[in-house]
Nanobody
Framework: QVQLVEFGGGLVQAGGSLRLSCAASGRTFSTCVAWFRQAPGKERDFVAGIRWNTGLTDYADSVKGRFTISTDNAKDTVYLQMNNLNPEDTAVYYC?????????????????WGQGTQVTVSS
């Protein structure tokens, strides 16, 4: 059982930065963690994912070059550094985990979810 708690959402102006944190208790060697986001009236979309044992990452095209996902093994925490934010990044961001050895980009593939944290980017 993996338990996830997100931190770090908030309000930021366009062009600014935020860092989201996801504390992942109960993770295993094979855990993959991903960030998804969901804007009002839209589907939950993949943002970025990481394989904990290798550090392999994957990103949605819309965030490549702006967002970085990383882990801190000592703290069992996954970070999403978000730079050059724009209003289209406004959404509730969710941390998700699965005990499989590859990163999936669909929300149905993930077994564990955090509560979500709101990110709002003003123009």
């Amino acid at each position: 059982q993996v338990q996830l708690v997100e931190f770090g959402g908030g309000l930021v102006q366009a062009g600014g930065s935020l860092r989201l944190s996801c504390a992942a208790s109960g993770r295993t060697f094979s855990t993959c963690v991903a960030w998804f986001r969901q804007a009002p009236g839209k589907e939950r979309d993949f943002v970025a994912g990481i394989r904990w044992n290798t550090g392999l990452t994957d990103y949605a095209d819309s965030v490549k070059g702006r967002f970085t996902i990383s882990t801190d093994n000592a703290k069992d925490t996954v970070y999403l550094q978000m730079n050059n934010l724009n209003p289209e990044d406004t959404a509730v961001y969710y941390c998700a985990a699965r005990n499989r050895l590859w990163i999936a980009t669909t929300p149905q593939a993930y077994d564990y979810w955090g509560q979500g944290t709101q990110v709002t980017v003003s123009s």
